[in-house]
């Protein structure tokens, strides 16, 4: 029997109680945001809202978006993406599971320096697909050309926060590439696997976890 989204006591500023609220809204609380879904309209519209409200209440402490998504929508991705570029807080993108596709495009989106990934973590990198085939000719036509223009677009991005040469990321968007969490580094899409930071930091916080974290 499904249990629902746990319930964890959480003192409000100012109130005298701890109160039972669900599990997402403290970490959301603690500018700690999840990715682990498909991405949709839905989930984008949520996680952009988020980010906005957190950089209008803190333009300075960073936040943290934790990715374990399949990808999904490339222009909802894209909103994500430009989302976390505009905010003013740095973006910690972690990723734990598997960011495919779209999601590693956002996990490639965070601040430099603080792209992580879980040791056992997977990411994959491809071209983007068009939905839209089974359509008149010309119609598909003018879809073909979209779809080259945002190719040629997220290609570059890729290159540019990633430091590999245009024609590489060209031809190996060419097909599904999955990485490691160590092959994703030297890659370029990440800059720390998560086990480096634990040894680094065994003896000590863990910094790069939001402060909740830090009591637990």
Known sequence: MPIGVPKVPYRIPGDEEATWVDLYNVMY????????????????????????????EDGISDIFLFINSPGGWLISGMAIFDTMQTVTPDIYTICL?????????????????????????????????????????????????ELHKVREMITRVYALRTGKPFWVVSEDMERDVFMSADEAKAYGLVDIVGDEMIDEHCDTDPVWFPEMFKDW
């Open 29 to 56: 609380r603690e500018r700690t945001l999840f990715l682990g879904q498909e991405i949709r309209c839905e989930i984008t519209n949520h996680i952009t809202g988020l980010m906005v409200y957190l950089s209008i």
């Open 97 to 145: 599971g598997i960011a495919a596709s779209m999601a590693s495009f956002i996990l490639l989106g965070g601040e430099p320096t603080k792209r992580i990934a879980f040791p056992h973590a997977r990411i994959m990198l491809h071209q983007p697909a068009s939905a839209y085939y089974r359509t008149r000719a010309s119609e598909f036509l003018l879809e073909v050309e």
